[in-house]
């Protein structure tokens, strides 16, 4: 596709269950960036993947909380046991390398109740 | 790591008027330094970026300044108008595959 694609667009899980976000980055960008934004606020990052180096997981706020990203290309956020506190929009971001310019999706809004 | 400080948090300015929003980084290292723009229900979109070998870089009524000695970079937005309104994102990065990193955000609101 033309820009970086995010499914769900939304997404309603009970508090508890695990829950998966993809992210499709721009075809060729070896950097990928997972980041939390909460009503009004910032960009709370998550995890950065670079090419084939090892993830920066430095932003992940739990152990319930991981990413992987499969051959370099898509990317999956999986969230597991649930809590309300996980609500936000989770957005993904992909760039060429660390020195261009991030392309953001739209973003997965999830509410957790 | 990288720490970029951006303010104001809120900017609020009549119609017309010029909007400052400045930001200060850490890392004497970094060289890219890109700012963003988010509509609400979007994601950030890149509005204009500034390369650490220039200290000004400008397009139509936005403008970038950069001063690399006192590690701090501003945006300007003259003859604001009602669309300007969003949250503006300052960044900075570095050569080598280090990870973006992105200031706090400015609330911009212009007023008609």
């Known amino acids: 596709g033309a820009g970086v694609s995010q499914s769900p667009s939304n997404k309603v899980t009970e508090k508890g269950k695990d829950v998966e976000l993809r992210c499709d980055p721009i075809s060729g960008h070896t950097a990928l960036y997972w980041y939390r934004q909460s009503l009004g606020q910032g960009l709370e990052f998550l995890i950065y993947?670079?090419?084939?180096?090892?993830?920066?997981k430095s932003g992940l706020p739990s152990d319930r909380f991981s990413a992987e990203r499969t051959g370099g290309s898509v990317s999956t956020l999986t969230i597991q046991r649930t809590q309300q506190e996980d609500s936000a929009v989770y957005l993904c971001?992909?760039?060429?390398?660390?020195?261009?310019?991030?392309?953001f999706g739209q973003g997965t809004r999830l509410t957790v109740v | 790591g990288e720490n970029v400080e951006q303010h104001p948090s809120t900017l609020s300015v009549q119609e017309g008027d010029s909007a400052v929003i400045k930001c200060t980084y850490s890392d004497s290292a970094s060289n890219y330094f890109p700012w963003y723009k988010q509509e609400l229900g979007k994601g950030p979109q890149l509005i204009i970026d500034?390369?650490?070998?220039?200290g000004e870089k400008k397009d139509q009524r936005i403008a970038v300044t950069l001063n690399k000695t006192a590690k701090h970079f501003s945006l300007h937005i003259t003859e604001t108008q009602p669309e300007d309104s969003a949250v503006y994102f300052c960044a900075a990065s570095k050569t080598g595959g280090f990870k973006t990193i992105f200031g706090a955000g400015t609330r911009l609101f212009v007023k008609a």
């Open positions: 500034i390369r650490s070998n220039v």
């Open positions: 993947f670079q090419g084939n180096s090892a993830p920066d």
């Open positions: 971001a992909s760039s060429s390398n660390s020195q261009t310019e991030a392309f």
